[in-house]
């Protein structure tokens, strides 16, 4: 509270009015900043900033006014796809992962999600909001400024009901925004091993309609993938989710391509997330459309499967938002400083093209590209502090060091 006036800032960073629309091609090569500048906090909004040369100290408390020389200011990082909720890790998998099983293999043997809805109905709501509450916590002081979170290791409506109503709670004890995501089709659960129509009827059928009632949902999402959810499975839950204020995310071309992003596309998706493996009809019907593709390289690097195609969805005009998709079994981290340095490091984007994913871009793969994902005046969301650092690249650069000092606001 009060003011704080921020002063001899060497680089602020990603300042610019919000974007109305995700940025694309070439306008990802520039983050707009001010060299040796200077910003003003008033009761949590960015009321002032600009060059050194403007500013004149007469003005302001000396207890108001806080040295920064050699450190940057970035706005938060915004984060598109995660399932923060849940209950237990999985490093036992991660063992078994680094003596030779696939993820496919660990999932077969009851290993996977199977393994985590099992533990999601083992804890108590309390329990359940407690850890969650205590990772959100850890994931803001890295430098987090607003999040999705998915259900989905329900694989029951109670379950389910459990992980959203976490996810409201969530969103009324921290001060960043939060998005809820229903992912009811995530995994078929063993009592519907043979039966996965009547698993999907049941979800659209009686389960969505309860979850819209309460108001527990901003998105819905399914796992479109070999084994789990087909396209008629996605279209099915499209048509149930036409006429409300819901919008479609769609986890798809994680390890196959079977013409989920089309189809995804089709259905007017807002997302489409993973894209590891990607196919030339993938692309296309993408570059045509407005859905904007979520890319997460911590889960390529964590199982060792293929970077999506960052560069070649660039180039091609596709909106592309990088996410952290922290989750016990395919992303166990939640640093997205790490993301970017794997999207630098493993798809070749620049630091920039970067930074632009895991701000703008991400924050509308959210719906919250008016409000979060730049510095500008009016600007309420939280801001990073660095430690001091020679140069922006520096950041994605020096990956494993800890550049953040603190985070404002
Ligand atoms: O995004 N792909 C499906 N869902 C998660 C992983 C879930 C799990 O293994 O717990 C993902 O990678
Ligand atoms: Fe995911």
Known sequence: MGRSVYINIKELIQVRAPQPEPLRGPQMDDVPRIKDAFLIIENQVVVDFGSMQNLSLQEFNSN???????????????????????????????????????????????????????????ISEDELFSKAYHRLTKQINLGLGAIEIKSGYGLSLEEELKMLRVIKKLKAAVDIPIKSTFLGLHAIPLAYKNNKASFVKEVVESWLPKVLQEGLADYVDIFCETNYFDCNDLIQLSNAIKNTPVKLKVHVNQFTTFGGVSEAVNQNALTVDHLEELNETDLLSLAKSNTIATLLPSCSFY???????????????????????????????????????????????????????????????????????????????????????????????????????????
């Open 64 to 122: 108001e006014i806080i040295d920064v020389r050699g450190k940057y200011i970035l706005p938060a990082f915004c984060d598109a796809h995660t399932h923060t909720v849940f209950a237990t890790s999985r490093e036992e998998e991660f063992v078994d992962k680094i003596m030779g099983l696939s993820y496919q293999e660990i999932a077969e043997k009851g290993g996977g999600i199977l393994n985590s809805a099992k533990k999601i109905s083992e």
């Open 303 to 409: 199982l060792g499967i293929p970077f999506a195609p960052a560069k070649t969805l660039l180039n091609n005009g596709v909106a592309i938002a990088l996410s952290s998709d922290y989750n016990p079994g395919s992303s166990p981290s939640y640093n997205l400083f790490f993301v970017w340095a794997l999207a630098c490091v493993k798809m070749k984007l620049t630091p920039e093209q970067a930074f632009n994913a895991l701000t703008i871009n991400a924050a509308h793969a959210m719906e919250l590209g008016k409000s979060h994902g730049s510095i500008f005046k009016g600007y309420q969301g939280k801001l990073i502090l660095t430690n001091e650092i020679p140069s922006f690249a520096y950041i994605p650069y020096a990956y494993g060091e800890n550049h953040v000092d603190k985070i404002l606001n």
